[in-house]
C-alpha cells in the first residue's frame, strides 16, 4: 500500500516560509526606517548643538570684543588689526583697575596702587593718564598696596593715575589639515577653539556714523557674521565698541 500525503494540521510548511519571509521584509522595512530616523534626529541634535555653539561663541566674542581699550581711554579703541577674518585689540578682560596712590618716577619700578591683590605674575599692565599711556609687565603677583615691574615704565606718572591689565585678544580663524575651519580665540599667546566646523565668518567694520572703515582708530562697532555645522544660516551680530 503506498503513502498517503496528510492534511497539514494548523500551518503547513509552505504557509510557515511564507510567513517568516514576509515577516523578514517588514522586519528589514522596519529597520530601515529606525535607521532613517535615528540619523535623522541625531543629524538635528548636532545641528541643535552647533547653532548653540556659534550662540555661546558669539557671545564671548561680543563681551570681550565691547571692552576693548575701555579700561585706557588714551589708548581709544584699543583695536590693534581690522581685518574681513581676523581682529586684535587690548581688553582687560578680568576687570582688574586701580590708581597710583602717589606719584612715580620714570626710574620707579615699584607703583604705589590703591589695590594690586589678586593681580596675577607676567601680566601685561597699562598705567594710564587722560592723554597718554605706558605699558609695564608684572614681575611677580600684586600686593594689596603695591605693583612690582620687571623694570621700569620710563615715564613718570601723578598719583590718581589709572592702572589696568591689558590683555592682548585675537580672534582669528584657522583651517586644519583636515580641511575643517574653525574660529579661534588667543588672549596673552594661549589659543584655543572657540566655534569648531565654521563655513562662513566675516567682520565688518563701522565708524560713528555707521559707514564701512579699515582704520582701527574709526571702528565704533564690530558686525560679525558666522555659520557652521551644515546650517546655511547667518548669525549677524553687531557689537558696539564701550570705548567709543
Request: with cysteine; net charge neutral; proline share 4%.
Amino acid at each position: 500500500m503506498g503513502w498517503r500525503l496528510q492534511d497539514c494540521a494548523g500551518i503547513c510548511l509552505a504557509e510557515a516560509m511564507i510567513a517568516m519571509a514576509a515577516g523578514v521584509v517588514v522586519l528589514s522595512a522596519t529597520i530601515q526606517t529606525l535607521n532613517h530616523f535615528q540619523q535623522k534626529l541625531w543629524a538635528q541634535h548636532d545641528a541643535i548643538a552647533h547653532h548653540q555653539d556659534l550662540r555661546v561663541g558669539m557671545g564671548v566674542m561680543e563681551a570681550e570684543l565691547r571692552v576693548a581699550g575701555a579700561a585706557a581711554p588714551a589708548i581709544g579703541t584699543g583695536l590693534l588689526r581690522a581685518e574681513p577674518q581676523e581682529v586684535e585689540f587690548l581688553a582687560n578682560l578680568a576687570g582688574l583697575v586701580t590708581t597710583l596712590s602717589s606719584p612715580v618716577s620714570s626710574s620707579q619700578d615699584k607703583l604705589p596702587v590703591g589695590d594690586g591683590s589678586d593681580w596675577p605674575t607676567g601680566k601685561q599692565l597699562l598705567v594710564c593718564t587722560e592723554d597718554r599711556c605706558a605699558e609695564g609687565r608684572l614681575a611677580r603677583d600684586g600686593r594689596p598696596h603695591r605693583l612690582s615691574l620687571t623694570e621700569p615704565l620710563g615715564q613718570a606718572f601723578p598719583a590718581g593715575s589709572s592702572v589696568a591689565v591689558s590683555n592682548l585678544v585675537r580672534f582669528y580663524v584657522r583651517k586644519d589639515q583636515n580641511g575643517t575651519t574653525s574660529l579661534m580665540r588667543q588672549v596673552d599667546g594661549g589659543a584655543s577653539t572657540l566655534i569648531g566646523d565654521v563655513t562662513w565668518f566675516r567682520l565688518v567694520y563701522l565708524d560713528p556714523e555707521g559707514k564701512r572703515t579699515q582704520d582701527p582708530a574709526r571702528v565704533a562697532r564690530v558686525r560679525v557674521e558666522v555659520s557652521g555645522g551644515g546650517d546655511r544660516r547667518v548669525l549677524t551680530k553687531d557689537i558696539g565698541l564701550r570705548a567709543r
